[in-house]
């Protein structure tokens, strides 16, 4: 479905990152893997440090991947840099955390954002896709985190939901660009959660519960393919029901 397809796949590394590198490279598209990490296992790609709080950082990204290919035809955020602070629960959440986490999600999913439209207004078309959440669509189930030490942080909701209008507001500027941004909202990810908030979040869901991050690449090589190319300022949903 994506033959010929010059596709940066960025935060690559992470573990949706890595399983939407591994589908697109299924689907026969040439991937790059931009990321501030290594991958901790072997992805048959190339790699190139990226940093998306960085503005040189992803010119040079881009000016490197569209000499050497002669084009992009996509860029996919899927970065989640984090302070250490992030996951603190409500009001153990200190104003300067916020702040940084908010800075380097949403600034850097502004920044990828910015640089790419420009590159891609210059091509002539592109298309943007940005990882969101289902936190960015509804407000937390706070029930799922009975009897656990885990919560949804504060941040996380604020910045999935910017990074949904944010693209709408992008796909709206860049009419009549033939550029296209859109944004996926997965579910929970499957990632060593104990037992009783797995069972709680299932609760909430329709079939599955929580999600693998394979689970996710079919919407993703949807909005990388021909067949979604008029499909603009949406966020795909993929969560087994739990926005319901």
Not at 56 to 85: C, F, H, M
Not at 146 to 157: F, I
Not at 170 to 186: D, F
């Amino acid at each position: 479905m994506l033959k010929d397809k010059v596709v940066i796949i960025i935060g690559g590394s992470g573990l949706i990152g890595k399983a939407f590198v591994k589908s697109a490279m299924q689907n026969h598209a040439t991937v790059i893997n931009a990321d501030i990490n290594q991958p901790n296992t072997k992805l048959d790609c190339e790699f190139i440090h990226t940093d998306i709080t960085n503005k040189s950082s992803l010119d040079n990204l881009i000016e490197l991947i569209s000499q050497k290919y002669g084009k992009i035809d996509a860029v996919v955020n899927s970065a989640y840099p984090r302070t250490k602070s992030f996951s603190n629960h409500f009001f153990d959440v200190e104003y300067e955390d916020f702040c940084t986490n908010t800075n380097l999600q949403l600034g850097g999913a502004f920044l990828v954002m910015q640089r790419f439209a420009k590159f891609f207004k210059s091509q002539g078309y592109g298309n943007i896709i940005t990882l969101s959440s289902i936190q960015g669509v509804v407000a937390p189930k706070f029930q799922t985190y009975k009897n656990t030490q885990m919560s949804s942080p504060v941040a996380y909701s604020a910045i999935k939901s910017g990074v949904i209008h944010l693209s709408r507001y992008l796909a709206k500027y860049l009419k009549g660009n033939n550029i296209r941004v859109n944004c996926i909202s997965p579910g929970g990810i499957l990632d060593n959660q104990n037992e009783i908030f797995l069972s709680q979040y299932k609760d909430v869901c329709l079939n599955k519960g929580m999600l693998d991050p394979d689970d996710i690449c079919g919407a993703l090589i949807f909005l990388l393919s021909d067949y979604s190319q008029f499909i603009n300022g949406q966020n795909i949903i993929v969560d087994d029901g739990f926005c319901l």
